[in-house]
């Protein structure tokens, strides 16, 4: 594959910074994005033992501003909105008419009238169009991709390495809890939220651009030698399969919806209205639906998405998403399967280049971090 | 790890490895193949007994993210496999010219081996890449 870095695609504000750590760059989402620096499996086990950071600036972050947001993105989602206070973060899905997923994101309320909505970067045209064209009632919306960094730490060790750099004390920020913050040489206010993709515990923080690289060389300079690791995402990709998360694209799609992802907790059907209800109401009553299952394989041979799935010798679904996973020392998977397969424990078969290997429905997530 | 390319070995265009002794060939991957590909998390090797044909597709090498293919430096019978790579796939990143190899092969034409590069021959092709 030949990456046209000539202008065809993105750089964030930490591009450089990627280049001078060595970093092996790949297309993604319309963005030149470090897929690694050193290796996967180096910065995973950093991750699930110490903590990695992760440049995230590629991914779509909208400003909504108004008395009104609340009740409208509860009419474009599955999740309720309205009740979210001030310094809260609450996952979400948008979705069609048919019930299939146009994203699935992350509203943080920084107060009455302030909320940032992150989205996919793979998606960030689709959704701005989205909440554009819904756009009513006291809704301000700013596309501020670009102008803001998102930059990720994530492991066991987060709290120690970000404390030191950040004003309010983050022990003591609640998962999913957000807050406004000063920044050590950051002069505007910075979002940290405790929010991440890996399953560990962490930090999200959401700050100009332009300081996006003091942000990241200061944590490294602090925390390096301390085991804090820059991580690709290569290794983002693992540790979310491993921690049972969904990706836009495998687990949801326009064409899979929340309640075949298996996120069915997300979706409230006691809202008045919103796009889809009707089509996952329908669904969720027939209950026949393909829906998406782990497997674990019992080999060695990973299994890889597109792989087909068979059950009782029957075609059952097919992979959408597998890797080998290093905190189980085990290949896993994701497989959309009809719902005669998705029972807990289902033995089915997984087609690899012509020879069947056996696998196993498994609960996910595959991996839980320890009770701190 | 530098990209030394070992002397004593013929090499392929495919980043594949060969060392010939009389007519049996011992096969694995470069130092640079093991670094472009990452972390190997699984090897398919041929069966012991299967007739390989020279740059022929006959296995496939893992790493987390990317399935590659094998293709053979050389064709003949197939006399012995690393059985060790099916619990170590690692080996191959630590050790590619040793205990990172794969397979050898009884050449059925030793002619065949001047289809290979020598070092120096390799090293010109990596430099470039």
């Known amino acids: ?372 | 790890m530098a990209n030394g390319v070992p002397a004593g070995l013929l090499y392929s265009k495919e980043h594949e490895w060969v060392k010939l002794d009389g007519d049996v060939a011992t096969v694995g991957i470069t130092d640079y193949a093991q670094s472009s590909l990452g972390d190997i998390v699984y090897v398919e090797l041929p069966r012991t007994g299967a007739q390989l044909t020279q740059f022929g597709s006959i296995g496939v090498v893992e790493s987390v993210k990317a399935v590659s293919d094998i293709f053979t430096p050389v064709g003949g019978e197939v006399v012995g496999i690393n059985d060790g790579l099916e619990s170590d796939p690692a080996a191959v990143n630590r050790d590619p010219y040793g205990a990172g190899w794969f397979y050898t092969v009884r050449l059925n034409d030793v002619a065949q081996t001047s289809e290979l590069l020598s070092p120096d021959a390799y090293e010109r092709l990596i430099s470039e890449a």
């Open chain 1, 1 to 372: 594959m030949t990456i046209d870095a000539s202008g065809a695609l993105r750089h964030t504000a930490l591009y450089d910074a990627h280049l001078a750590l060595g970093a092996r760059m790949v297309p993604f989402g319309g963005f030149e994005m470090p897929v690694q620096y050193t290796s996967i499996l180096r910065e995973h086990e950093a991750v699930r033992k110490r903590a990695g950071l992760f440049d995230l600036s590629h991914m779509g972050q909208f400003a909504l501003r108004g008395r009104d947001v609340g009740p409208w993105a509860e009419t474009l989602t599955v999740n309720t909105v309205a009740n979210m206070k001030p310094g809260q973060a609450r996952y979400n899905v948008f979705t069609s008419e048919s019930g299939g997923a146009h994203d699935d994101v992350i509203f943080y309320r920084l107060d009455d009238e302030r909320w940032l909505l992150v989205v996919n970067a793979s998606n960030a045209g689709k959704m701005w169009d989205v909440v554009t064209s819904a756009r009513s009632g006291d809704v301000e919306l700013a596309n501020l991709h670009g102008e803001r960094a998102l930059i990720a730490i994530q492991g066991p060790r987060s709290v120690e390495f970000v404390q030191p750099l950040v004003d309010a004390d983050v022990a003591s920020l609640k998962y999913y809890a957000c807050t406004e913050t000063r920044v050590r040489g950051v002069r505007d206010a910075v979002l940290i939220a405790r929010t991440g993709y890996t399953g560990e515990d962490g930090f999200e923080l959401f700050l100009p651009a332009g300081d996006a690289t003091a942000v990241w060389d200061a944590l490294l300079a602090d925390n390096r030698a301390r085991g804090l690791e820059a991580c690709g995402l290569g290794a983002r990709d693992v540790l979310r399969l491993e921690a049972g998360m969904p990706l836009y694209g495998h687990e949801l799609t326009e064409d899979i919806t929340p309640l075949q992802a298996g996120i069915a907790w997300a979706v409230k059907f006691d809202k008045p209205a919103f796009v889809g209800k009707d089509a996952l109401l329908a669904q969720r009553d027939a209950g026949d639906y393909p829906r998406i299952v782990g497997l674990t394989m019992q080999g060695r041979v990973p299994a890889r998405a597109g792989y087909a799935v068979f059950a009782g010798g029957e075609r059952a679904g097919e992979i959408r998403s597998g890797s080998f996973a290093p905190a189980l020392d085990a290949n896993v998977a994701t497989a959309l399967v009809d719902a005669r397969a998705a029972a807990e424990g289902t033995e089915l078969d997984v087609e690899v280049r012509g020879a069947r290997h056996r696998a196993r429905v498994v609960p996910m997530p595959f991996y839980k971090r320890a009770k701190a």
